[in-house]
């Protein structure tokens, strides 16, 4: 197990540098450079001026010796300076925005799993039944309405015409003068609409998985043997068939690691939360290419960990598969 | 039961509803008198940058810097140019060199006292070529630069320079903080430290930036004790913000601002403004095109494009004709030009003369050449992409076939516009307050990543151009600017599309606001809400 692991650990390295190579090519290869892509147009930013900062950023050096400074600075995990007008570390402009994604992100894969499971079991228990037809119909409903618009309904129906839900952002301007108690309501608050849209999203494609999976164990021959022994429904169900239909249920958990820092623009824009996705398109958009390699080196690292997390926790749980 | 009881509920919901926006309708009509005290909040799509302006290229550093910094000179509201910081100034006879007289009483958010050193380092900073600013231009075109005294600071130029005076209007920046450092580092960039109305107090990244008000500034305590600018990405949120009055100001889109704030709830709690912004929208073409060449070309295409038609139907009437470089409220506008209005017949006729002949298929042809062309237009800008479809659709009607692509902006620059690569665009220029358009128009601007990209060549219209950039005397400068703007009108190197109405919406409790030339903000130290009607204490 241990070599397994070593060796898996050692292949990462390699792909680690493919993926970013790669990266790094095509950000340079899309038009427009950092620094000027504002003011592009503008008549007070001279042709000299432009040459100046090119060269203030090192953009006038060829690309290979661009991506080998890149590289001998991560090699000591330095992000390096944003090129961003605000010069700040990458890694503090990174880190400032993965507690408010990871936490939303957190909060909404424990309610997908909450309410996705005991969907998905419900519609395996009573298949084809009329309440079967309508949760399904919620979950997809949920997978299918686009974000932004949900979201606006929501706001204008809680937000304006109740008052009773903030619209946007996380915490209240006042959250400072506000009590301990005062500031967790005021967070919980700004929390509810953000924390539910995402996780409606999310309901279908959990509860989708753990209905095929259960009613897959349910036609199993051991179950039929467990109901022939005269065990009641419920005992069959929850000691027999569901913990093998958990089984992949808990891949999904490692594969959605890396998905936990990432968030979606349009979601985060429209919620005003200061969180990765809007920054990750903040800085394309203005060719920030120190903040977007960051991102993805980040985000490429915990792909390839969450693959292996979801292949350790699957050896763990399923003796069949395990390797010596 | 269950389901019972829900009903109940219903008309409680109904009725809450109803209650909570029972307030009183006059409580905001009282003008009262001018109080300290209260928030302003406003909204940004964009997180400022960087707040040391002259490193950041982005509106709300600005924005936000602008409350915080001073400069030597201002606009007041009809755009003249007043003191600020320096109290007043003389022009040497030669009209190369300005000396600026200090104001003596200014300090620093910090207490120390403002003097002409900060002046001084302010001006060797902006030059430094380790400096990555954007805005070094006019300030290389300084000879030279001294220190008179602790309150007398003169600068010489080669030649004279008309924007010379108002480029002093850059914010000054404390020497005492910033001296000996690597600038792009320093802390100011984060919690700025200026002269200006109001003091930093907090940036929450990605949330909000919140200032107070400056009791001891030069010019009297702003009435207003605090401003918050939150950041608001998305412009649906940003509006849904304001009507939940989270926010208390917010620039309008033309259908926000006649369609959707038209009804009585909105208007007993908001005022609307508006003001010409600092903008036109022109269709440039390509010089060297072997059509547009031809000046006929292009006024039988000016007089071809219906520009009412796109206000009314595209800003819902939220602009005026634009008929040259300026807008009509600035001193430099010549109002006498040529002009072009929608004249089918007329455009028909030059075409004629310009040798174009229909052909059978109803387009027009110029020894066997089609006369079709692309229009190019940036993504995101929609107000943009509807003109060039009223465009298309009127220029058929002349037997013009017109294509329209749609790219995005960075490659639209480098790919197409950089190149030359492109027949004609939409596109818009801000319109500066002084009005040197030397880099615009001048021939020998034509370079890479240079402005004058549609290749304008006029004789006349450079040496004006130089000689307006190098008089001081406004009366002079007037009538170069003047002679400039018919040249334009004749040649028609642009159609001049229109010049938008700015809306901006404020809540009503604020009182002392009036729009100008300026807009609305030069003022806005004596903004105040009257006792009775402060939200935020």
């Known amino acids: 197990m241990l070599r397994y692991l070593i060796k898996r650990l050692l292949f990462m390295i390699p792909m680690l540098l493919g993926i970013t190579l790669i990266s790094f090519i095509v950000i340079h290869l899309t038009p427009g450079e950092p620094g ?25 050096k060829p690309l290979h010796v661009q991506y080998y400074m890149w590289l001998k600075r991560i090699m000591r995990l330095d992000f390096g300076i944003s090129f961003a007008s605000d010069r700040r570390p990458v890694i503090d402009k990174i880190k400032e925005r993965i507690p408010v994604t990871v936490s939303i992100n957190l909060i909404s894969m424990v309610l997908i799993f909450i309410i996705g499971i005991p969907i998905g079991i419900y519609c395996a228990k009573h298949k084809d039944t ?11 409903a949920g997978y299918a309405a686009p974000t932004f618009w949900l979201a606006l309904l929501l706001m204008m129906f809680f937000g304006v015409y109740l008052e009773w839900l903030p619209i946007s952002g996380l915490k209240s301007f006042n959250f400072n003068e506000l009590s301990f108690m005062g500031k967790i309501l005021d967070i919980a608050q700004h929390l ?133 | 039961m269950a389901i019972k009881r829900l009903i109940l509920l219903i008309p409680l919901v109904l009725i809450c509803l109803a209650c909570t926006r029972s307030k009183d309708p006059k409580l905001y009509d009282d003008v009262g008198v001018p109080a300290y005290g209260d928030t302003i909040i406003t909204a940004s799509i964009g997180e400022p940058s960087n707040l040391i302006p002259i490193l950041a290229t982005d509106s709300p550093s600005h924005e936000v810097a602008s409350f915080i910094y001073n400069g030597l000179v201002k606009y007041d509201k009809d755009l003249k140019i007043i003191g600020s910081l320096a109290e007043s100034w003389d022009i040497s006879k030669d009209n190369l060199s300005i000396t600026f007289h200090l104001r003596k009483d200014v300090k620093w958010h910090d207490n120390t006292p403002f003097t002409a050193h900060d002046v001084m380092f302010t001006y060797r900073l902006i030059t430094d070529p380790k400096t990555p600013t954007a ?101 649906a949120t940003m509006f849904l913000e304001l009507k939940r009055y989270g926010i208390d100001m ?85 109002g006498g030009v040529k002009k072009y209005p929608y004249d089918r017949e007329k455009a028909m006729m030059l075409l004629k003369e310009a040798g174009f002949n229909r052909g059978a298929d109803n387009i027009l042809y110029k020894d066997g050449a089609p006369f079709e062309f692309t229009i190019l237009v940036n993504q995101g800008n929609d107000v943009r992409i509807r003109c060039a479809e009223l465009i298309q659709k009127r220029l058929a009607d002349l037997g013009i076939k017109v294509k329209i692509r749609v790219i995005e902006w960075a490659s639209f620059i480098n790919e197409f ?25 001048h021939s020998s601007k034509q370079g890479k990543k240079e402005l004058n990209f549609i290749s304008f060549e006029n004789k006349e219209v ?27 009108a004749e040649e028609q190197p642009y159609t001049f599309l229109f010049v938008p109405y700015a809306n901006v919406t404020i809540h009503k409790r604020f009182k002392g606001i009036e729009p100008a030339p300026a807009g609305l903000m030069y003022d806005f130290i004596k903004w105040y809400v009257p006792e009775k009607q402060m939200r935020y204490r």
């Open chain 1, 130 to 140: 009329t309440i079967d037809k309508a949760l399904t119909a919620f979950v997809f």
């Open chain 2, 135 to 235: 805005y070094a231009g006019d300030f290389l075109l300084v000879k030279e630069a001294k220190v008179l005294d602790d309150y007398t600071f003169k600068v010489t130029y080669d030649k004279p320079f008309a924007p010379g005076l108002i480029s002093w209007s850059t914010a000054i920046l404390p020497r005492h903080l910033l001296e000996g450092q690597d600038v792009t580092k320093s802390p100011l960039s984060r919690r700025p430290i200026g002269t200006g109305p109001y003091k930093f107090q907090e940036w929450i990244p990605g949330e909000r930036i919140v200032l107070t008000a400056n009791k001891d500034y030069f010019e009297g305590s702003p009435y207003i004790s605090r401003y918050i600018m939150r950041i608001i990405p998305d412009t």
């Open chain 2, 417 to 441: 516009i950089d190149k030359r690569n492109f027949e004609a665009v939409i596109l818009g220029w801000s319109i500066p307050n002084d009005p040197d358009i030397f880099d615009i128009w």
């Open chain 1, 36 to 60: 000027v892509i504002e003011s592009e147009m503008n008549p007070k930013v001279t042709k000299e001026v432009r040459e100046r900062i090119r060269a203030y950023y090192g953009l006038d």
């Open chain 1, 192 to 324: 509810i609409l953000p924390v539910c849209i995402s996780a409606f999203g999310g309901l279908a494609g959990i509860s989708r998985y753990m209905k095929s999976s259960l009613l897959e164990v349910l036609r199993q021959e051991y179950i039929t043997t467990a109901y022939a022994k005269g065990l009641p429904e419920d005992v069959v169900l929850k000691k027999h068939a569901l913990r093998n239909a958990l089984l992949p249920v808990i891949t999904i958990i490692g594969l959605s690691v890396p998905g936990l820092i990432g968030g979606s623009v349009i979601f985060e824009s429209i919620f005003s939360i200061p969180g990765m996705g809007q920054l990750f398109y903040m800085s394309v958009m203005s060719r920030d290419y120190p903040t977007i390699m960051g991102i993805l080196v980040i985000g490429a690292f915990l792909t390839l960990l969450g693959n292996l997390i979801s292949d350790i926790l699957y050896a763990m749980a399923d003796p069949r598969i395990r390797i010596g």
């Open chain 2, 462 to 488: 450079d040496e004006l151009l130089v000689r307006a950039r190098h008089t001081l005397n406004m009366e002079e400068r007037k009538r170069y600017y003047h002679r400039i703007q018919e040249i334009l």
């Open chain 2, 250 to 334: 917010m620039g309008l889109t033309p259908l926000q601002a006649v369609r959707q704030t038209d009804y009585p709830a909105f208007k007993r709690e908001f005022n609307k403004f508006r003001y010409l912004s600092f903008t036109y929208v022109y269709l440039g073409y390509n010089l060297k095109h072997q059509f547009f060449k031809d000046k006929r070309v292009r006024q039988a295409i000016s007089y071809g494009i219906d520009k009412k038609e796109i206000i009314d139907g595209i800003l819902l009437g939220q602009g005026v004709e634009a008929d040259g470089p300026y807008k009509p409220d600035m001193w430099a506008y010549n």
